[in-house]
C-alpha cells in the first residue's frame, strides 16, 4: 500500500472503517462535518449505517444504543456539540458501553472538556490528541481497541488542522493486541433462558441474579479509571535529555512548538519539547522526569490555561511552571489566531526563558 | 340444587388452573412499586405479549427512567436501561445494530412527553423499526407526583396544587396523537389498564405493535394509561374511575393509526 494525498477527515473515517466501525452517527458542524459526510459515503459501501442524527444528543445515544449491541460504533462532533452529549458519554463511562467520540474541535479551548467531561459520576474519558492527520490515523485505531480493552467511551480531540489538511497518508490496518470478547452485549437472544442481559449504570441486576448494585460497580469503574491512568498514559519527548526549559503542547500545536525548538536549539539555547499524545490519562511521570533539573516549563497552548493545571499537578511545584499561550480567534470561528505561528512561539518563549536564565558559570 | 357440591369431603378432581399468578418471563414476585399502580399491570400484559408472539429469544428493551425501570429487575430478557428521554434514539442504534430483534423502548410520559419529545417524534419520523411504549400516569410519579408534559387540564399534582390550569400551566401533549400524524408510522394505539376490558384491549395492541414490527412494518406505538396512588390526589381505590373520567377525556382510548397492511381490529 502506499500513500495517498486525501483530507484528515477522509483518512480518519477510512481509518474508522479499517478499525471494525460500522455504526456512525453525527450532526454536522464545522470543522466536524467533513467526517460525517466521509461517513455517510463509506459505512453503507462495507455494510454498515450513519444516521444523520437529528440532534447530537440522539446522535450518541444511538450510538450508545448501537454499541451496547455490540457493534463498533462512533460518533463526534466539535466543542460545541460534544457538549450536548456529555451527558451520555458520563453514562456510557458508568454503564461501560465502549464508542469512540470524535471531537474535531474548533481550536484547544475544548482540553477541560476533553480530560474532565461535563457529565455526572466518577468517570474519565481516554483522550488522544494527533498532532497531524497521519498521526490522527494510527490513534483512531487504537482509540476503538482502547474503547474495547476497557468498556468505556474514548475521544479524539482533533481540530481544524486535522480535519482539514490534505496529506499524503497510508491507512493501513493497525493490530494491538487481543480483546476480551463481547460477552457482555445484548443481542436479545437469551430471554426466559436464566441468562438474559443487561447494561444499566446502577448493576442492580435481576431479583433472581443480582447485580453488584452502584457502589460495588462503581468503585470497581473507578479502579478501572485508576488502571487505565496507570497503564495507558503516552507522550512524546524531543530533545529532552539535557534541556534547560521545556515547552509543553498538544495536538496541532506540537508541530509549532518542536519547528521552534529546533531553531532555538540551532541558535544554541537548550530547550526541549514535551507532548502529551494521552491528554488524559496525563504523562505525569514522564513529564516530571523530562523536567527533571529544568528552570522552567513553558506551557503553549491556544487557550487561556488548561492543560497548565495538569502541567503543575505533573511537577507539584518542583520548577517554575509558565504559560505562553493564550485565546487567540480568527475570523473564521475555527481558533487559529495568530498565537498560534513559529514567530509567535518563538518571541514568548524566548522572553519567558529570559526570566529564568542560568546561574552565573552553571548549566543544569 | 342443581350444580350443589358436597364440601364435606374433598373434590373428586382438582379444579382447573385459570391463570398463572405470575406472567411469563416474570422472576419474582416483588414489583418493587406502590399498590394500587398501574404499571405492574402494563408490564404484565407486555410480558404475556412477548411470550405469546414467541419473541422472547429476539427482544431487546430499552428502558427510560421512572417507577416502571425495576421491570428491568423482574422480566428475563435483555434490558438496556438508558437515559432519561433518551429511548427512542437508543433503541435505534440496537434495532440497526440487530434488524431481527424485537426492540421496544419503555416509558413515562415523564420521560417521553416532557423529557424526550424530540426523540420520539424524530424516531417515528424516520419510520424507526420499533415499538416505543409510553406509560402516561399524568406525574413524576417516581419523583412523588409533580406536573408532566402530559398531566391534563385542572389534575393536581405537587407542582400544580389547585390543578393543572392552562393560564399558568399551558395544555398537555397528546404524543399518541402527534405521532399518529407522522408518515413513518405503522400502528399507534392509546390503551388503559383500569378494568379487565381495558387490560385486554391493550394487550391486544401491544400485541399488534410489536407482531407489525417484526414485519419490519415501521414505527409503532402504543401509549397506555395507568394510575398512579402515590402521585395523583385521589384515594387509591378511586383511581381506576378517576382515569376513565379525566385522562381518556383528554386522551381517548382506541387505536388512532392503523394504515399498515393487516392492522386493527
Known amino acids: 500500500m502506499t500513500a495517498t494525498l486525501q483530507q484528515g477527515s477522509a483518512a480518519v473515517a477510512e481509518a474508522a472503517v479499517v478499525a471494525g466501525c460500522r455504526f456512525f452517527a453525527g450532526y454536522p458542524m464545522l470543522p466536524f462535518t467533513d467526517l460525517l459526510e466521509h461517513m455517510a459515503r463509506r459505512l453503507p459501501q462495507v455494510g454498515g449505517t450513519c444516521m444523520n442524527a437529528e440532534t447530537e444528543i440522539e446522535g450518541v445515544n444511538m450510538v450508545l444504543g448501537a454499541a451496547a449491541a455490540g457493534a ?60 497531524d492527520v497521519t498521526e490522527a490515523v494510527e ?4 482509540l476503538f481497541h482502547l474503547a474495547d480493552l476497557y468498556r468505556a467511551p474514548t475521544v479524539l480531540y482533533g481540530d481544524y488542522l486535522v480535519a482539514h489538511t490534505w496529506m499524503g497518508v497510508e491507512v493501513a490496518q493497525r493490530d494491538f493486541g487481543p480483546l476480551p470478547p463481547k460477552d457482555w ?11 438474559s442481559r443487561q447494561v444499566w449504570t446502577w448493576a442492580m441486576g435481576r431479583d433472581d441474579a443480582p447485580g453488584p448494585g452502584p457502589d460495588a460497580h462503581w468503585r470497581a469503574v473507578a479502579e478501572k479509571f485508576d488502571a487505565i491512568a496507570a497503564a495507558e498514559a503516552r507522550h512524546e519527548a524531543h530533545l529532552t535529555e539535557d534541556a534547560e526549559h521545556l515547552i509543553v503542547s498538544f495536538g496541532s500545536s506540537a508541530p509549532f512548538v518542536e519547528h521552534v525548538v529546533d531553531e532555538l536549539r540551532e541558535e544554541g539555547h537548550r530547550v526541549g519539547a514535551f507532548r502529551p499524545v494521552t491528554l488524559w490519562p496525563f504523562p505525569e511521570a514522564a513529564l516530571a522526569e523530562a523536567a527533571e533539573g529544568c528552570r522552567s516549563v513553558l506551557v503553549f497552548e491556544v487557550n487561556a490555561g488548561q492543560m497548565i493545571d495538569d502541567v503543575r499537578l505533573a511537577l507539584a511545584g518542583r520548577c517554575p511552571v509558565v504559560p ?19 514567530a509567535s512561539i518563538r518571541e514568548r518563549a524566548l522572553a519567558a526563558m529570559a526570566r529564568h536564565p542560568a546561574p552565573a558559570g552553571g548549566t543544569r | 340444587m342443581t350444580g350443589f357440591v358436597p364440601t364435606d369431603a374433598p373434590p373428586e378432581r382438582p379444579s382447573l388452573q385459570v391463570a398463572s399468578t405470575s406472567a411469563p418471563l416474570q422472576v419474582s414476585e416483588d414489583h418493587h412499586l406502590c399498590p394500587g399502580c398501574g404499571h405492574p399491570v402494563a408490564w404484565r400484559i407486555l410480558l404475556e405479549a412477548i411470550d405469546e408472539l414467541a419473541m422472547a429469544q429476539r427482544a ?10 425495576n421491570i428491568v429487575r423482574l422480566a428475563d430478557i435483555d434490558w438496556l436501561q438508558c437515559l432519561h428521554g433518551r429511548a427512542p434514539a437508543v433503541a435505534t442504534g440496537v434495532k440497526r445494530v440487530h434488524p431481527d430483534v424485537g426492540v421496544f423502548t419503555l416509558q413515562g410520559d415523564g420521560d417521553m412527553a416532557s423529557e424526550g419529545l424530540a ?3 424524530h424516531a417515528a419520523a424516520r419510520g424507526e423499526r420499533i415499538t416505543a411504549i409510553m406509560l402516561n400516569n399524568g406525574v413524576f410519579g417516581d419523583t412523588g407526583g409533580q406536573m408532566t408534559a402530559a398531566s391534563v ?21 397528546p404524543v399518541a396523537d402527534l405521532v399518529a400524524r407522522l408518515p413513518g408510522t405503522a400502528y399507534v394505539a392509546r390503551g388503559a389498564v383500569n378494568n379487565a376490558g381495558s387490560v385486554a384491549k391493550t394487550k391486544r395492541y401491544l400485541k399488534r405493535a410489536l407482531e407489525l414490527q417484526l414485519e419490519g412494518a415501521g414505527f409503532t406505538f402504543v401509549e397506555v394509561l395507568t394510575m398512579c396512588p402515590t402521585g ?29 397492511p393487516g392492522a386493527g381490529g
Open chain 2, 153 to 173: 387540564v385542572g389534575q393536581r399534582t405537587k407542582t400544580s396544587l389547585e390543578g393543572r390550569d392552562p393560564a399558568a400551566h399551558g395544555y398537555p401533549v
Open chain 1, 324 to 342: 505562553i499561550g493564550g485565546v487567540s480567534i480568527d475570523d473564521s470561528g475555527m481558533r487559529q489566531g495568530s498565537v498560534l505561528g513559529a
Open chain 2, 60 to 69: 431487546i428493551g430499552v428502558v427510560g427512567h421512572g417507577c416502571y425501570t
Open chain 1, 72 to 131: 463498533r460504533a462512533a460518533t463526534g462532533s466539535c466543542g460545541q456539540g460534544i457538549a450536548l452529549m456529555q451527558e451520555t458519554i458520563a453514562e456510557a463511562a458508568l454503564n461501560e458501553v465502549p464508542f469512540v467520540v470524535f471531537n474535531m474541535a474548533r481550536g484547544q479551548q475544548d482540553y477541560f472538556q476533553c480530560t474532565r467531561g461535563g457529565g455526572w459520576g466518577d468517570y474519565r474519558t481516554i483522550t488522544l490528541a494527533p498532532k
Open chain 1, 139 to 142: 490513534h483512531t485505531q487504537l
Open chain 2, 232 to 260: 395523583w390526589f385521589v384515594p387509591t381505590a378511586a383511581g381506576p374511575d378517576y382515569l376513565s373520567e379525566t385522562f381518556e377525556r383528554t386522551f381517548p382510548v382506541g387505536e388512532l393509526h392503523t394504515d399498515a
Open chain 1, 185 to 195: 452485549a445484548l443481542d436479545g437472544s437469551r430471554g426466559g433462558t436464566g441468562r
Open chain 2, 119 to 121: 426523540e420520539v417524534l
